[in-house]
């Protein structure tokens, strides 16, 4: 096994800062949710902040690196701040794909009875879902990503490798 190169190298580090953005909206959502259900929550917030984080930065930063010289402060911003706005349709998305598990495996309801939505109507629910939760979290999950894209940029001083 080889160890990653630099540019992997930050786009994991990048990924697993945003994943503790993820980690603690999550714990707070679960802890302020109203009703049963929302265990996976901060799992699902978590991996989707990590995903997110370590794709974005590895398309947006280190492939722009490699081709222009360098990365700028504004796509550090920039794509902190997307990674804020597309973690939530990849969480509501994984926790549509888990409710899906859970109904096969288990034969988990909702509350009326009802099996979960399909992957294929997750992909508009997700997107709905995400909506009202860009409009409750996304006041923090945003700002966050963009000062994590920062703070990278300037820290690791991105250059092609």
């Known amino acids: 096994m080889t160890a990653l190169n630099p540019s992997g190298r930050r786009a994991l ?3 697993l800062l945003y994943a503790l953005v993820g980690l603690a909206v999550g714990a707070y959502a679960v802890h302020s949710a109203i009703g049963d ?3 996976l929550l901060p799992i699902c917030a978590t991996l989707a902040a990590f995903l997110t984080g370590i794709s974005l930065w590895y ?3 280190e492939r722009r690196a490699a081709t222009h010289g360098h ?3 504004r796509t550090g911003i920039l794509t902190g701040a997307l990674a804020g706005i597309l973690a939530h349709y990849l969480c509501w998305y ?3 794909l888990c409710a899906n598990l859970d109904y096969l495996w288990f034969g988990t309801t909702s509350s009326l ?3 979960p939505m399909n992957p294929i109507q997750a992909l508009a629910g997700a997107a709905v879902f995400s909506g009202f939760s ?3 979290f996304g006041w923090v999950t945003i ?3 963009a000062l994590l894209g920062l703070l990278m940029i300037r820290l690791t001083r991105v250059l092609p490798t």
């Open 59 to 61: 398309w947006l930063i």
């Open 143 to 145: 700002p966050a990503g």
């Open 113 to 115: 009875g009802e099996p």
């Open 94 to 96: 994984l926790l549509i």
């Open 37 to 39: 259900g929302w265990d």
């Open 13 to 15: 580090q990048f990924g």
């Open 71 to 73: 990365a700028g402060i």
């Open 134 to 136: 860009l409009f409750l």
